[in-house]
T-cell receptor, first 113, second 115 residues
């Protein structure tokens, strides 16, 4: 089975712009979660989608949003980028159910200048 | 709410030796799950081992095993016969039984295996 894929792998944006990141889960996985990884804050949960519905959300401002399509692919969007949004954004997919093992993609490295 | 604490920012071990990484957690849920993930320099997060809290038996995956002490809320990872490829950042994580798709991570431990 193909693993989780994320596009693009690297991205450079300027403050104030918006960005959209994409994630394709492992075939058959319907749950997609997003995480932000920074040296200062570590790994933080952004949100989780299942069957096109956001089921869980972390403590991030409304500038961070996401969606999921009927084929389980997911996108996350960050509007009005700030320098502090520079991070590695990781997507993970899993089969449904609590405590499910999450399988991570390679991440998108976002740099905001 | 869940919190996960890893008190060892860095550790090192000689090839073929055994090393133990520490993790403590706190949770208000009765049913929860614990994980160890490995993140090598490539940044690809890899699941190492998973433990269901209601199972008393410690999980084992080849050279990797855990010591799960539920009352002490401790979940340490033992790596036996360390290999150079084990060099990575290791994250301890928890997931509540009612918290779908959300992993709470510790700060991570950088493990270096020396030849």
């Amino acid at each position: 089975k193909a693993g989780v894929t994320q596009t693009p792998r690297y991205l450079i944006k300027t403050r104030g712009q918006q960005v959209t990141l994409s994630c394709s889960p492992i075939s058959g996985h319907r749950s997609v979660s997003w995480y932000q990884q920074t040296p200062g804050q570590g790994l933080q949960f952004l949100f989780e989608y299942f069957s096109e519905t956001q089921r869980n959300k972390g403590n991030f401002p409304g500038r961070f949003s996401g969606r999921q399509f009927s084929n389980s692919r997911s996108e996350m969007n960050v509007s009005t980028l700030e320098l502090g949004d520079s991070a590695l954004y990781l997507c993970a997919s899993s089969l449904d159910g609590p405590g499910g093992e999450q399988y991570f993609g390679p991440g998108t490295r976002l740099t905001v200048t | 709410a869940q919190t996960v604490t890893q008190s060892q920012p860095e550790m090192s071990v000689q090839e073929a030796e055994t090393v133990t990484l520490s993790c403590t957690y706190d949770t208000s849920e009765n049913n929860y799950y614990l994980f160890w993930y490995k993140q090598p320099p490539s940044r690809q997060m890899i699941l190492v081992i998973r433990q269901e809290a209601y199972k008393q038996q410690n999980a084992t995956e080849n050279r990797f095993s855990v010591n799960f002490q539920k009352a002490a809320k401790s979940f340490s990872l033992k790596i036996s016969d360390s290999q150079l490829g084990d060099t990575a950042m290791y994250f301890c994580a928890s997931a509540g039984g009612t918290s779908y798709g959300k992993l709470t991570f510790g700060q991570g431990t950088i493990l270096t295996v020396h030849p």
